[in-house]
C-alpha cells in the first residue's frame, strides 16, 4: 500500500514558480480513480492549504482528477473506502475560492492538466499538484434585443465547430496535433508543433494546442502562460498565430446560410502580451457574399489591449443580414508587418442564425356599417414589446376597391402627416422599446362590394 498526495495552487502570476502554503486552494474536490474496471474511486477535499491525501493505496494505475463540485470528503482519504463509478469530469473552482484575485478576472483556468495519471507500486509519492490561475472572460456587449432568440446550431462547421477541436483528458501540456488539423481553412500561414526552445510560433507561423505554459516567450516574461478559452484545461484547443504579412489569410470558411436572414457573428480573442511597449496585434475580420462583396468588415487589433493583470479573453462580433446571399464566406486577415506584439489567439469562433419577433398591428375602425359616399376613420397601432427601438419601420394598406383613401388625412401619433399614402407605404418615425405608435387615416365608401363584409388587412414590417 502506499500515499498519493499533492497541492491544489492559485498561481496568480501564472509563473509556475514555488508556491507558499497559502496560494492553496481549500474545499476543492479531487478524485483518485483505478483507470481499469470497475473503476474503483473516492474523492476528498482540499484542506485550508489546499492539500489533498489518499492513504492506502493499493498498487496499480490511476487518474487523479481536479472535480470541484464532486462530493467529497475531507482529506486525507482512505482508499479501502473506494467504490466503482464513472468517469470523473474535469472542474475548477470559481473565481471566489481564491484569495486577492487580479483586477478583472472573473474566472479560473488550468496552467497543469486537470487530470494526471499516477503508478502507484509500494513507495508513497507526493507532488501531485494542480496549478489554477487567474483569467479574464469578457463577453461580447449586448448587441440584441432579449425579444431576439438565438438557435441552438453553430453555422461554423470548419475547425471543429469553431473550437478547434478537443484532446482527451491528462493530455500533457504544450500538445499540439503531429500534423496540421485544419489545411483548407490556413492557406497563408505555416503549422508548427510548440517547441519550448524557440519562439514558436513565429512570424507568419500558428499552432493549434492546448494549455501553454513552457514556450521560450512566455519564459522570458513576454506572452501569457494560457489555457484555451471552451474549457479551460488541457482538454481544449485554441489556434495560436504569430501575424505578419498585411493581407495574408490565416483562417478562412464557407457557412451556409438562409436569404434574408439575421444572423449573430462571434469570435474569442486574447492578446498573448502581457507587458506593454510592444506593437498591437493587427488583424482583422470580413465577412463576404457569394459575389465577394463586404457584409461585414472590423479590424480587431485595437479591441483587444494588453492586460498586463491577468490574461484576457474577449468575445467580438456583430450581427448582420444575409441578404440575397445563401453562402457567406469568413476571413481573418492580418493587418500588420512582422513584430514584438502581434501576436494572438483564437477560439469558439461562431456563426448562429437570429429569430427575430413578429410586430403584429392592432387595426380599428370607426364604423361598423357604412353607407356609399360615406367617410370612415382607421387607426392602426404598432406596440414595440422589446426594449431596443424598432427601425425602418414600414407601413402599408391595401385598401378593398370599393374604398377610396382621402388625401392628406392620415396622421402619425395625432399629429397631421400630409402626402402620406397608405397604399403606397410611407416610413414611420422609429419605436422606442416599450412604445407605440399610432397611425389614423381615412378613406370614402365608393361603391356596395359584391362580397359583404369586406376585409381589411394591413401590412407593417421593418428592419429592427
Known amino acids: 500500500m502506499a500515499s498519493i498526495s499533492g497541492h491544489v495552487y492559485f498561481d496568480r502570476l501564472r ?63 482512505n482508499f479501502t473506502d473506494a467504490v466503482p463509478g464513472g468517469l470523473p469530469t474535469a472542474a475548477l473552482p470559481p473565481i471566489g475560492y481564491v484569495p486577492n484575485p487580479p483586477q478583472g478576472a472573473n474566472r479560473l483556468d488550468c496552467l497543469t492538466p486537470a487530470t494526471l495519471f ?84 513565429d512570424d507568419g507561423q500558428y499552432t493549434v494546442q492546448n494549455i501553454m505554459n513552457n514556450s521560450m516567450s512566455n519564459r522570458i516574461g513576454s506572452w501569457w502562460r494560457i489555457a484555451d478559452r471552451t474549457t479551460g484545461t488541457e482538454q481544449g484547443r485554441m489556434m495560436v498565430v504569430n501575424g505578419y504579412d498585411p493581407g495574408s489569410c490565416f483562417f478562412v470558411s464557407e457557412m451556409t446560410v438562409k436569404p434574408n436572414t439575421y444572423y449573430l457573428f462571434s469570435v474569442w480573442i486574447l492578446n498573448m502580451f502581457r507587458v506593454t511597449g510592444y506593437s498591437a496585434p493587427a488583424l482583422g475580420v470580413l465577412i463576404l457574399g457569394e459575389t465577394g462583396q463586404t457584409l461585414y468588415e472590423q479590424t480587431l487589433g485595437q479591441l483587444i489591449p494588453v492586460n498586463t493583470d491577468c490574461p484576457e479573453w474577449r468575445q467580438l462580433g456583430t450581427v448582420l443580414n444575409s441578404g440575397e446571399n445563401s453562402r457567406l464566406t469568413l476571413k481573418f486577415v492580418s493587418q500588420g508587418p512582422a513584430a514584438w506584439g ?75 402627416a400630409p402626402d402620406r399614402d397608405p397604399v403606397a407605404g410611407f416610413v414611420l418615425p422609429d419605436i422606442a422599446g416599450g412604445g407605440y405608435v399610432t397611425v389614423s387615416f381615412q378613406a370614402t365608401a365608393v361603391s356596395v362590394p359584391a362580397v359583404n363584409p369586406v376585409i381589411n388587412e394591413n401590412l407593417v414590417f421593418n428592419t429592427m
Open 15 to 77: 509563473n509556475m514558480t514555488a508556491h507558499a502554503p497559502e496560494d492553496g486552494i481549500a474545499g476543492v474536490a479531487v478524485v483518485l480513480q483505478n483507470i481499469n474496471f470497475p473503476y474503483e474511486g473516492m474523492a476528498v477535499q482540499t484542506d485550508s492549504e489546499g492539500r489533498y491525501s489518499f492513504v492506502e493505496v493499493p498498487a496499480g494505475e490511476y487518474r487523479l482528477v481536479e472535480a470541484y463540485g464532486e462530493p467529497a470528503v475531507p482529506t486525507p482519504g
Open 118 to 201: 499516477v503508478t502507484v507500486t509500494t513507495e508513497d509519492i507526493d507532488g501531485k499538484d494542480f496549478i489554477n490561475g487567474p483569467v479574464a472572460h469578457i463577453a461580447i456587449d449586448t448587441i440584441m434585443d432579449s425579444c431576439t432568440e438565438i438557435m441552438p446550431a453553430n453555422l461554423m462547421v470548419d475547425a471543429d465547430y469553431g473550437t478547434i477541436g478537443s484532446f482527451p483528458a491528462g493530455t500533457p501540456a504544450n500538445s499540439a496535433p503531429q500534423a496540421e488539423p485544419y489545411p483548407a481553412v490556413t492557406p497563408d500561414f505555416v503549422y508548427v508543433m510548440p517547441d519550448p526552445a524557440q519562439y514558436i510560433p
Open 342 to 416: 502581434n501576436d494572438y489567439a483564437i477560439d469558439d469562433i461562431e456563426l448562429h442564425e437570429i429569430t427575430v419577433p413578429v410586430f403584429v398591428p392592432v387595426k380599428t375602425i370607426d364604423k361598423a356599417i357604412v353607407a356609399v359616399d360615406e367617410i370612415v376613420t382607421y387607426t392602426v397601432t404598432l406596440y414595440n414589446s422589446c426594449s431596443l427601438p424598432l427601425t425602418n419601420v414600414n407601413f402599408v394598406d391595401a385598401l378593398p376597391p370599393n374604398l377610396s383613401f382621402v388625401r392628406d388625412s392620415v396622421t402619425i401619433n395625432g399629429a397631421p
